[in-house]
């Protein structure tokens, strides 16, 4: 590893153990294989999501609080969440205790503010570390990649833990590392349309539309997402996007974990590459 790991609690969230279900399984399939640690946070509850903060910001306190009080009494020093979404809530709910102590009040659970919300990106390059993914690989990826951050992990203000906000590279080297090599191209970070996907389908499909156009016209065989909502934006309809945006042909999207996993060797019982709606196809089978 990298450097000495803290005690690390994994807050699945709603998605991973649901719709995303493929992240979860293929991402505790990478951390076994890197011996890394999967503890999953005890009791856990919901963090709000996309609606609660908006709703009822001290409702969205009391959800994001209690799983960070949690992880303080189950004795973790720091809560992973792989979901870029409940990352940013329960970030932006730490950051919230560090401003105003009485916020650490919010779920009647006592809380001392100490736990640390971890991005998975994040974690993944700068604790577990470049050697030890390259050491894990047994088959190289004869691939090119549009790594796709989304807006959720790098724009979470005051935070320390994206490379760079606008132009990131962590994901890039993660990838890099399986053999594969990465696009340059002008769409990395922008948004998908997050929830508006299932509320406002024509403005999220357009969005949709324009990453998939600059990731294709880049020579990209693949995305690589690590985020849910990314995921389910740019696969479920992506057929009917394509057409729309005038792009000639599919382009798989997968979780950050599922590539590592792909070049680690894993089975598609961990990995999942046959849930999503894009078909994975060849894609699998390049080494």
Known sequence: MAKLMSKVAVYPGCSLEGSSSAFQTSLKGVFDTLSAPWETLQDWSCCGASSAHALDHKLHQAL?????????????????????????????AQRDVEKDSE????????????VRVRNIVDFIANDIG????????????NIKVACYYGCLNTRLPRTAQ?????YPMAMDRIVKQLGASTVDWSYKTECCGASLFATSGGVS????????????ACGADCVVVACPMCHNNLDTKQ??????????????????SQIMGLAFG???????????????GALASHG
């Open 266 to 280: 894993l089975p598609e019982s961990v990995l999942k590459l046959n849930d999503s709606f894009t078909p994975v």
């Open 64 to 92: 994001t609080v209690r799983n960070l009080a949690l992880a303080g009494q189950q004795g973790y020093t720091d809560l992973l969440a792989p979901c870029a979404a409940c990352f940013h809530r329960l970030a932006s």
């Open 239 to 256: 057929e009917e996007i394509r057409a729309q945006a005038g792009i000639d042909r599919p382009l798989p999207v997968l979780f950050l």
């Open 205 to 216: 499909g357009k969005l949709v539309g324009k990453i998939l156009k600059d990731a294709a």
């Open 103 to 114: 916020v650490a009040k919010a779920a009647d659970i006592p809380y001392d503010g100490q």
């Open 162 to 166: 994206s490379d760079d906000r606008e």
């Open 130 to 141: 470049m050697a030890a993914i390259a050491a894990r690989v047994k088959r190289r990826l």
